[in-house]
């Protein structure tokens, strides 16, 4: 099974400024990483897929990086509809792996 | 618009038995896979159970392998998990989404929950 590792586990970011989240695989999963965001009492969201194409109506602050074990998710501009958590996933094989999360919340 | 509904969620008992559905509307169903995914109260995500499109093939995490079974009924556009001998760790709200292109998670319904207590 492949653990997927994110860190931090907290982030306090003031509104307007730049947050960056990492994920790091066990092994190499290729591009084979998503991101998602939830907000209390939502289901998770899709924002990033292929490590770095974003899905659909996702706006451009948010953006992926990375291939293999070391990814980041990167928010240019922090919004206040931003605040969340946040999940990577791997889908290189089964069993298919979130992380733990990292919550995004307000400095 | 893609759209998952989940069912069937509720209190049981340790060792009982409950059936969750998921109702699909909005894409060709039948050759999309379709996901569980749980959540279980103050915790993250983890995948349960997957099911194929075209080729139906079924997927288990191990946490439930042998206690719970996928299927799916493309006639009626639904997904169901069949959950046996149930225990308390398997409390959770359960979230039932669409693959994408590829394995990704790519739409996802509002999840119902599952309380396992006596």
């Known amino acids: 099974e492949i653990v997927m590792t994110q860190s931090p586990a907290t982030l306090s970011v003031s509104p307007g400024e730049r947050a960056t989240l990492s994920c790091r695989a066990s092994?190499?999963?290729?591009?084979?990483l998503a991101w998602y965001q939830q907000k209390p009492g939502q289901a998770p969201r899709l924002l990033i897929y292929?490590?770095?194409t974003r899905a659909t109506n996702i706006p451009a602050r948010f953006s992926g990086s990375g291939s293999g074990t070391e990814f980041t998710l990167t928010i240019s501009s922090l919004q206040s509809e931003d605040f969340a958590l946040y999940y990577c996933q791997h889908y290189n094989g089964w069993p298919l792996t979130f992380g733990g999360g990292t919550r995004v919340e307000i400095k | 618009e893609v759209q998952l509904l989940e069912s069937g969620g509720g209190l049981v008992q340790p060792g009982g038995s409950l059936r969750l559905s998921c109702a699909a509307s909005g894409f060709t169903f039948s050759i999309y896979g379709i996901y569980w995914v749980r959540q279980a109260p103050g915790e993250g995500l983890e995948w349960v159970s997957a099911i194929g499109g075209p080729t139906p093939n079924t997927h288990y995490a191990d946490s439930v392998k042998g206690r719970f079974t996928i299927s799916r009924d493309n006639s009626k556009n639904t997904v169901s998990l069949q959950m046996n001998s149930l225990r308390a760790d398997d409390t959770a709200v359960y979230y039932c989404?669409?693959?994408?292109?590829?394995?990704?998670?790519?739409?996802w319904g509002q999840g119902t929950r599952v309380t396992v207590s006596s």
């Open positions: 989404a669409k693959r994408g292109p590829e394995y990704y998670l790519e739409s």
């Open positions: 092994q190499s999963v290729n591009s084979r």
């Open positions: 292929g490590a770095s």
